[in-house]
């Protein structure tokens, strides 16, 4: 494990993050296998996109909520088209939140309400909101005018249980800072509305994960568990679908890395292997940097449910005990969801030998699977850098078998070398 660890880690790459020392810059992996896992691997089905938010000018909103933290930067509202109407949202745990606006973090131009009337003014005279809950707020200051409203999101759409005729409501988040739910997805559309009201909508017309009022529905492609948050805190307003049950073999490291291997000699190129590290299960360091304390997997149940599968598949058996057998292997990845299951007429030898680098990868195991399948020297399936050039080639099919050493010829006379050697 020392080799397996220490090998797959260079560039940019923190070797203190796998419990070694450090790193020996050498092994990456392919383009072919990085794509035999799902596009999203991660578990997002859509990622978040945080827009221009940087960019647009903001005002600050310190108060009894947040500890009057006046340097609190990133709590703030934004105005998007740089015309001093700022906009954004808050969330107030507890009853008379106090708060004021500020155009710089300084409390010497701080802006409050002195008569309570939708007005401001210099000074630090405190705005109160009266109850708990989630609000949307509004700051022009052309006219010194501010508006501060109480909503409460849902999702809403034909991929969600309630279809569009019933809301699905989404509840705050404080590690997040963000609006969530979990709910069971089908493919369809969804949108998110305020106060169960289509008069306030977000959805995403250019198909770039940034809302805006009233655009199109969001399409979801795949079904299945998944978590939705909203991040309303300031525009760009975004969102983030992230599937619950989804398959978390794929451990790669591409900071910093080019898919696709052009020099063999940058370890920049191609992806690192993340899959073993030098940790324990509480997240501590093994007890040696150097020489990692992770075991190496002998046997392992996954390896013989594949095993049987083929097996069966290749002997005409029982094909629905091979597709048993194949789908609690799939069933642990997806941690227990069904939704990688396969039927019974899915079930093929090619299918079985790429589920058996999804689960075998980094053990030992792919030289010898590519041969029994006869993919290894001059089958159809090819990968970069096989029989030494970038796009891949077959190769002689003595490469399926190793040659045996000169030494052993001459111990035992009954010995024939192997053909082509």
Known sequence: MTFIIRAGIGGEMDPLESGVASGWGGVRTTRQLVE??????????????????????????????????????????????????????????????GLLFTRVPSFGLSLGDRDGDGTLEMGQDTIY????????????????????????????????????????????????????????????????????????????????????????????????????????????YTFEVALLSFDN???????????????????????????FRNINSDGTPGSDSDFPDTDFPMFRLGDVYLMAS????????????????YNAVVQRAFQGGTKGNITSDQLTLDLLLDERARELY????????????????????VWAWKGGVMEGQAVDPKYDYYPIPSSDLGANPNLVQNEGY
């Open 36 to 97: 035999k896992f799902p596009d999203n691997a991660g578990g997002k089905l859509i990622a978040a996109n945080e827009g221009n938010t940087v960019q647009y000018p903001k005002i600050y909103i310190p108060g009894s909520y947040q500890g009057w933290d006046v340097s609190d930067t990133d709590n703030s509202l934004s105005s998007p088209n740089n015309d001093k109407v700022y906009e954004g949202y808050r969330y107030f745990p507890d009853a008379n939140t």
């Open 129 to 236: 909101v009266q109850d708990p809950g989630f609000y949307y707020f509004r700051v022009d200051l052309n006219d010194n005018t501010y508006t501060i409203e109480k909503r409460e999101w849902g999702i809403i759409g034909d991929a969600t249980p309630g279809g569009w005729d019933n809301d699905t409501d989404l509840v705050w988040d404080e590690e997040s800072q963000a609006l969530v739910v979990e709910l069971n997805l089908v493919p369809g559309e969804i949108k998110f509305r305020a106060n169960d009201d289509w008069a306030v909508n977000l959805g995403d017309s250019d198909g770039d994960v940034v809302l805006e009022l009233d655009g199109d529905n969001i399409a979801i492609s795949e079904g299945g568990s998944a978590r939705i948050t909203l991040f309303l805190d300031k525009p760009d």
């Open 310 to 325: 083929e097996a069966i598949l290749r002997a005409g058996g029982d094909i629905n005990k091979a597709t048993e057998y």
């Open 249 to 275: 073999r794929g451990r790669f490291f591409s900071e910093g890395q080019t898919l696709d291997i052009e020099d063999i000699s940058l370890f920049e190129e191609g992806y690192a292997i993340t899959k």
């Open 362 to 381: 980094w053990e030992c195991h792919r030289r010898t699977d590519l041969v029994r399948f006869g993919q290894f020297s001059n089958g159809t399936y």
